[in-house]
């Protein structure tokens, strides 16, 4: 019966060794995974690029997609180039661009050519 308790306490002890040395390491690897896209934002900042995510309306005279600039005060950009990939509501990405000199599409978004666009990796 002693023996049968021992060998229980023994095994039970090495699993719960076992599993929290995979949870240190899982967190370890968050941490990581977020400085590596902390350190890739700041460059990308650094290279012009700026932070923004599509909304997708179907409201009549509303641009059907715009992008919604993250900061402080957020605005809207009516992309007259946006490629077919980019066209999903909630997508976050970093993009460069050029400000049009012509009407706007639409009242809420001041229109502009995408130069460059690159999906955001999440920091979640």
Do not use: H
């Amino acid at each position: 019966m002693f023996t049968r308790t021992l060998i229980l306490v023994f095994l039970v002890s090495i699993t719960a060794c076992c599993t929290s040395k995979k949870t240190a390491t899982a967190a370890t690897s968050d941490t990581s995974d977020k400085q590596e896209v902390m350190m890739s934002d700041a460059k990308m900042i650094e290279a012009g690029f700026k932070q923004g995510t599509i909304e997708a309306s179907t409201v009549e005279g509303d641009c059907p997609f715009v992008i919604k600039m993250d900061g402080e005060q957020s605005y809207f950009l009516d992309p007259i180039n946006l490629e077919e990939t980019y066209k999903k509501d909630g997508m976050k990405l970093w993009f460069t661009f050029r400000p049009l000199r012509m009407a706007n599409r639409c009242k809420k978004a001041n229109p502009v050519e995408i130069e460059d666009m690159q999906l955001r990796v999440s920091k979640n």
